[in-house]
């Protein structure tokens, strides 16, 4: 069932749905904003390395400018008019910058995201939601006026806290709206966040940037990106209820944790589907998978402007990633469906697999050739990866389905059950 079949579901749940979706548009655009304003910004309060880099509006080549290894023959080349034509100044590079991208956000990310996982379905989660949306804009927005780098590390800390708190209220909210037959076109059009908003990071960081608002430069792509979480924050809090208006039935009774357990229970409860070396596995590949998008992600910008100062990043990663990745989960899903009506469950690990693999060329070819060439090229590498994100989250939804249909055997027909959970049971349900 394509996303158009979530219409289905009634004007306000798809009301709900839109409000997660940009919720989680802001989260890319905000995390990722830091990445494509790194290198003017490492200028404006100084930190991290310095190389030789083209001055603007001056004729020399970033080539020329680049294969100067020292500020001496930096600044000794001359263009046809005898003026200076390259700068010794930071790119935006070195250890200092890899910290604010990497340990201080992705660490805490990942810590609070598990905590928040494990008692998101006993809290409010839309005042929650509303309020992770209003604090990560906040850091966001106080970033446009850091002056020192300890000030830019402290809200990227924040930040990393705050935006912990998206996906697992939006995700529990959505698996309360949308019956289970529409949940998966519901969870495709939430992911469209991650493409719209990385491409729009590269838009705000590239343009707003060059702009140069009041002589702000790249203060104001903080800002901008921003300002429309408020916004959002103040939406949600106010239109989005707690729980659906119309209680959702699904075909399965759905055994619940119980609220009155304890932590240390609920997080063996949680555990227990990852006792399956297949889960164990998936999870593994899926982290080396997410560390190389990381890294891609937060460098595609600093290398651009490193290698190929000339190229205009924006014209072309503002756009990429956005129609790559919207036509990868929908081809993704599809396919996969398709061959689950032959094969079973066990073909959607079969075509992440072969995707991912399919993709890495296309990748390499992107850093081994010149613009435009290297842009083309990540347009099927971006289709191709974008298989990841929504198959990974049903193996695994269909992993826990195996484990609670274990669990509940003495109170469900878990014959019937299983029949249907199985690969063979996936199979013919789609058939």
């Known amino acids: 069932m394509g996303c158009l079949g979530i219409c289905q579901a009634g004007a306000y749940p798809l009301h709900v749905l839109c409000c997660l979706l940009l919720t989680y548009l802001l989260n890319q655009l905000d995390r990722y904003i830091l990445a494509i304003v790194i290198q003017p910004l490492a200028q404006d309060i100084q930190f991290g390395e310095r190389s030789c880099l083209p001055r603007e509006n001056a004729k020399q080549s970033g080539a020329s400018c680049r294969n100067a290894s020292s500020q001496d023959r930096c600044v000794s080349l001359l263009n046809e008019n005898k003026t200076q034509s390259c700068q010794w100044n930071y790119d935006g590079s070195g250890w200092e910058y890899q910290v604010i991208a990497g340990p201080v956000f992705i660490l805490i990310y990942t810590f609070t995201g598990i ?9 409010n989660r839309k005042n929650f939601l509303s309020a992770s949306l209003f604090l ?5 927005l106080l970033m446009g006026f850091v002056k020192r780098y300890w000030h830019l590390l402290i809200l990227r800390f924040g930040q990393g ?34 493409y719209a908003g990385y491409s729009l990071s590269y838009a705000v960081g590239n343009y707003v940037t060059r702009a140069n608002i009041l002589g702000q430069g790249w203060r104001w792509s903080f800002i901008l990106s921003a300002i429309p979480g408020f916004i959002v924050s103040v939406t949600v809090l106010l239109t989005v209820r707690e729980s659906p208006p119309v209680k959702i039935n699904d075909d399965e009774p759905k055994p619940r944790v119980s609220h009155r357990q ?30 190389g998008g990381y890294v891609w992600a937060y460098n595609a910008q600093l290398y651009f402007n490193l290698y190929h100062s000339d190229a205009d990043v924006g014209r072309w990663l503002s756009w990429i990633p956005l129609v790559g990745g ?30 991912q693999v399919l993709a ?4 390499a070819g992107a850093l081994l050739l010149n613009p435009p060439s290297c842009f083309l090229l990540l347009i099927p590498a971006n289709i191709l990866g974008s298989f990841l994100y929504l198959l990974t989250l049903i193996v695994m939804r269909w992993h826990q389905e195996l484990v609670s249909a274990e669990e509940s055997r003495p ?21």
């Open 262 to 291: 304890s932590i240390g229970q609920k997080v063996l409860h949680g555990l227990r589907p990852f006792t399956r070396p297949s889960l164990l596995l998936l999870c593994a590949a899926g982290s080396v998978r997410n560390a």
């Open 136 to 140: 990560w804009s906040l850091m966001t």
């Open 360 to 363: 890495a060329p296309f990748v």
């Open 161 to 194: 806290i705050s935006e912990a708190g998206c996906t697992p209220f939006a995700v529990s909210l959505i698996m309360d709206y949308f019956p289970k037959e529409l949940r998966g076109s519901a969870m495709g059009f939430y992911n469209w966040g991650i």
């Open 115 to 123: 905590f928040i996982g494990f008692v998101a379905d006993t809290v």
């Open 411 to 431: 109170l469900l027909e878990s014959d019937s059950l299983r029949g249907r959970l199985t690969p063979e049971g996936e199979a013919r349900k789609y058939s």
């Open 326 to 355: 919207c036509i990868g989960a929908l081809s993704g899903g599809f396919v996969s469906d398709q061959l689950v009506k032959r094969s079973g469950m066990y073909a959607r690990a079969w075509v992440l697999v072969f995707s």
